[in-house]
């Protein structure tokens, strides 16, 4: 059964800890995204990664760290340097079908913050 | 930039009635759009697609035609059910961006039986 699997799905942290969310998929997509949702706004780009051992920043990049050892896992860390890390957390795997990139998403993890 | 704007929400309607969700962009190139659906506390499903102007992307009962002309990609149905409820989003793929996705702030949709 393919997919893309985040956990855990609700996560809560002290303020000033890190913490690490997890993403695996077993497509075989060579790209892999996480994404942030606020309350009310669409997704805003953290980091993104084409292949293994590299990725590139996104647009909110600040404060969050990955890193792309496996083809299969692309973790993310919300750093103590995140102002305000309370948020939804989505991650995503990305396949070229017949010349058109197309994003699939995991079910996200909530992050609390207290 | 690439940017893309949706109609504001929610949007109520009653069972059976017609949605239309407007979707504007802002891209240079040729980008591919998206629509993607989001129910409460779940991760985002794709809807449907379109990569080239003219295209049409159609998946249960929802449709978008890709309009250059008028930088558009408007969602429809001709009827909705209470499962419809959820909150949608329009979203472009840049030309040669890496497969970035560029996405509105979302519509949410509420039908009421």
Redesign the interface.
């Known amino acids: 059964d393919g997919g893309i699997t985040q956990s855990p799905k609700y996560l809560f942290r002290k303020e000033g800890q890190n913490v690490t969310l997890s993403c695996e998929q077993n497509l075989n997509h060579d790209a892999m995204y996480w994404y942030r949702q606020d309350p009310g706004q669409g997704l805003r780009l953290i980091y993104y990664s084409q292949i293994v051992n590299d990725f590139q920043k996104g647009d909110i990049a600040e404060g969050y760290s990955v890193s792309r050892e496996k083809k299969e896992s692309f973790p993310l860390t919300v750093t103590s340097a995140q102002k305000n890390p309370t948020a939804f957390y989505l991650c995503a795997s990305r396949i070229r079908d017949r010349g058109t990139d197309t994003q699939y998403f995991g079910p996200g993890t909530r992050l609390t913050v207290l | 930039g690439n940017s893309?704007t949706q109609m504001e929400g929610p949007v109520t309607l009653s069972e059976e009635a017609f949605l239309t969700i407007n979707c504007t962009y802002t891209a240079t190139g040729y980008p591919?759009l998206?629509w993607?659906v989001q129910y409460p506390?779940?991760?985002?499903?794709?809807l449907l697609?379109a990569?080239k102007a003219d295209d049409k992307g159609s998946n249960k009962g929802f449709e978008a035609t890709y309009r250059k002309e008028t930088t558009s990609f408007h969602l429809e149905k001709g009827s909705v059910q209470v499962s419809d409820s959820a909150v949608y989003?329009c979203a472009l793929?840049p030309d040669n961006q890496?497969?970035?996705?560029i996405?509105?702030?979302?519509t949410e949709l509420s039908v009421k039986p």
């Open positions: 893309v591919s998206f993607y506390g779940e991760g985002l499903q794709l697609k990569t989003f793929a890496g497969g970035k996705l996405f509105g702030q979302g």
